[in-house]
């Protein structure tokens, strides 16, 4: 915006710069001459005046009629002598034009030029004649009907220059702005035209406004012209519908526009108004409203011009739910009947919300009360439950009776109970007539019944009636296994009869149950005892400290690798009495590192046979009970081997088979008996254990497998 007010500025002051800049050929305008509007009879001057004028420029001013020259320098011609001079200072160039008590010929255009200035200036001067008055305006006198036209015709006074005319409806503009000429004093015309008018436009304000066009010289005249339009009755109400509580009043209202004004008529459509009404011109008054005043009314408003106006309310009178009065108040059916239902009817405005209640329950069902199929648990009393918004609740109780064959329900289909405790069996009756008496059997295990009675020894039966349902009990007293089996609840009346089943379960007293399983777990906690205390007194070593023997003190010189395959027994390192070798399986642990391979030699040429072996004392004894010693021991004694100053041993063993490719297999010894041997591949003992000073050898597997072992790291 900044940038376009600039750029316009610019031309502006270029354009003026262009005009007032001196010519290489001569004068130009210091001021052009500008255009006028006066009052007939005052006074107008036109100002001209030039820069650099020669002594041979003529300054000329030519004007109406046509373009007659006025002047020629100071020079008036004599057409124009008495109102027109030319003022100024011819010296600075000033040539005005002066017009004396201007009139209306004096209008039209005027130029001031000179023969050195190429662009002549032309102006207008304006002589305005006032109008004598305001404009007139004919046609619609008389008050029109809607629907007949209108044509309003305005027409001006006088006035130099012609006045445009203009209608105006209120404020706004309406129609067109064409005039029509007229020879007399010349005034114009302006015409008004609508096809139909309304009840709208009943007093509209139409003026008709003559403006000359010069408003700082003569203000605009105008002339209005009140329309009168008669128009038929239009009632409106101001709520088609209206609600009331009975005994309430209401006031019925309509609103009439017409013009002239409408007498106003009450009525009820298909009925006579209520005796209590009260009419008051456009209102309708209903001292108390019943139920039966509901309705339709109308107010017709009449004034002589068709179509008659009407308006309609509907009237709703509220009043509170009645339950229909055929409603029996006990119904009776039968037992298994499919289907049935009860029908309830309740009066009320607004419509009534009708459902079913069991009395004294918050049960509720729609309406109608329906049952597919009926049973005694159904029967009892209802109530027909009618509520409206704003009302109390109306209720009417209905009895529904149940006749049919009895129907037997048992507690539980199955009963348990202990070896000689008591068992009791329900069953409750419900029939319409009640049975006199229930029946209870007794199915066995054959099949085969009877029937139960109180004659029975340990039997029992008792019957309670409540209401009208029976309960029956029976009991039987120390119950074996012998009583189990199927007991019969039945029961029937003049329809017909019903029963059901209950099993019987005996179990075995709890008594013999506990002691049985007291007696096992207190064999298992002793078993378990026992195992904890022989693999604790092991890894003790307190089992073998009672033992005199002395062995010799076997020295290692390398660790003992874990034992072959044909130098262990089977059974993963245990002895024959079942008690887990602790020392075997430690080592076949990783508590004993396994030394590296001879690689120099062939494994089947190792440990094959060995004369003698003498036994150093240089390395202590390598075995699990030597680790667990007590401090200040002979490192080189055995608590389970007896001591020798020196000890031939001899021992042969058989070259051993190759490893086996599953790595994660144990080794398994061949077998071997109790006093030490190790069989040889035929089947025969090639060699024994000795020892001097009169022992017997090993005295166990443990000191047998040490000496193995330790002569095994010994020959590796």
Known sequence: MAEDAVRILFLVVLALWTTQLPSADGAFYRRRPESKVVLEGEDASLSCSFNDLSSDDVVNWQGPPGETIISAGRKISVLYGRRHSIVGDASQGEYNLHIRGAQVEDSGDYRCSTPSVRAAADVTLTVVVPMVGPPDITGAELPLTAGDELLLRCRSRGGFPPPRLTW??????????DTAGDDEGGSVTLELFTARVSKWDDGANFTCVADQGFPDIVRPRAASRILRVDYPPTVSVPSPSVHAREGQSVNLTCYVDSNPKATVTWRKLGDRLPRDSIQRERSLQIVKVSKYDSGVYQCEADNRILPVGVGSIRLEVFYPPSIDSTLSDK??????????????????????????????????????????????????????????????????????????????????????????????????????????????????????????????????????????????????????????????????????????????????????????????????????????????????????????????????????????????????????????????????????????????????????????????????????????????????????????????????????????????????????????????????????????????????????????????????
């Open 331 to 716: 119904a009776s059916v039968m037992y298994g009947h499919n289907d049935f239902s009860l029908n309830c009817f309740a009066d009320g405005n607004p419509k009534p919300n009708i459902r079913w209640r069991r009395k004294d329950t918050s049960l509720y069902w729609e309406n109608p009360l329906r049952f597919h199929r009926v049973r005694y648990d159904v029967e009892g009393t209802y109530q027909c439950v009618a509520t409206s918004d704003g009302f109390p609740v109306v209720k009417k109780e209905v009895e529904i009776d149940v006749l049919g064959k009895p129907q037997v329900e048992a507690a539980s289909p199955q009963v348990s109970t202990n070896q000689g405790d008591v068992a009791r069996f329900y069953c409750d009756v419900i029939g319409d007539p009640l049975p006199e008496k229930v029946t209870w059997l007794w199915r066995n295990k054959n099949g085969v019944e009877s029937v139960l009675l109180e004659t029975n020894n340990g039997i029992s039966i008792t019957e309670k009636i409540v209401g009208k349902m029976k309960t029956a009990t029976l009991s039987i007293d120390h119950v074996t296994s012998d009583d189990e089996g199927i007991y019969i609840c039945k029961a029937a009346n003049i329809f017909s009869s019903d029963q059901r089943e209950i099993r019987l379960t005996v179990k075995e007293s709890r008594t013999s149950i506990i002691a049985i399983i007291s007696v096992s777990v207190a064999v298992i906690v002793m078993a378990t005892v026992s195992v904890i205390g022989v693999f604790v007194a092991k890894r003790k070593g307190w089992i073998c400290a009672d033992e005199k023997h002395a062995t010799p003190a076997l020295s290692p010189i390398r660790s003992v690798p874990p034992l072959p395959k044909y130098g262990r027994k089977p059974g993963h390192g245990t002895n024959d009495s079942g008690v887990e070798d602790l020392e075997m399986q430690e080592m076949d642990g990783t508590l004993k590192p396994r030394p590296p391979p001879r690689l120099d030699k062939d494994w089947t040429s190792i440990g094959l046979s060995y004369p003698r072996l003498a036994h150093s004392n240089t390395l202590p004894p390598y075995s699990t009970v030597e680790r667990q010693r007590p401090d200040g021991q002979d490192p080189r004694l055995s608590a389970c081997i007896q001591e020798e100053d020196s000890i031939p041993v001899v021992v042969q063993v058989e070259p051993p088979a190759p490893p086996p490719k599953d790595k994660k297999r144990r080794w398994k010894r061949r077998g071997g008996d109790s006093a030490g041997h190790v069989p040889q591949p035929g089947g025969n003992s090639a060699s024994h254990v000795h020892q001097q000073g009169g022992n017997s050898g090993v005295r166990n597997h443990h000191q047998a497998d040490n000496v193995l072992n330790e002569i095994q790291a010994e020959s590796l």
């Open 168 to 177: 105006y409806n209120g404020t706004h503009r309406f129609g067109s702005e």
